[in-house]
């Protein structure tokens, strides 16, 4: 074997070593548990809202006065606003449709916060409205809860 080659297997054995052990640091785990719990109230939300059930979606959201709902022009302060807002623009399930979250990047800014940002898009009998969202998550006594929610459609 040439020298280059052993080179290149002991640079490779190197870094895959490297990698293993930063995957089992508890930092590693610790970031992966939390980005899996967002995914799951993620998912959760999903799920509550293609059952129609807004109060359950809404269980996503932390119930404070500071949660903001942004979309358009309009800002909407704390969750029972943002829940009242939901209710009256998806009183039926027509209006609500079946929800579909996608592109979702995870980002851990901290040991408790954290940005998301994906696609979403409602299929409809007579549309199919879309677009973009980006989330700022606080874990709280609760767990993972979003804080702030700046939705855009097209």
Known sequence: MKFSSLVSFFIIGLLASTAAAQVNTPQ??????????????????????????????????????????????????????????????????????????SDLEMTLLSKDTAVVIGSWSLKRANDQPHGKFSLIFKKTKAGWRIILDHTSSV
């Open 28 to 101: 590693y785990k610790a970031k992966e548990k939390a980005l899996a719990d967002i995914h799951a109230v993620i998912d959760k939300q999903c799920d509550a809202w293609n059952k129609g059930d807004i109060e359950g979606y809404m269980d996503g959201y932390d119930r404070t006065e500071d949660t903001t709902f942004i979309s358009g022009d309009t800002v909407v302060r704390g969750w029972n606003t943002v829940l009242e807002r939901y209710k009256k623009g998806f009183d039926t399930p027509e209006k609500m449709g079946q929800l579909t979250f």
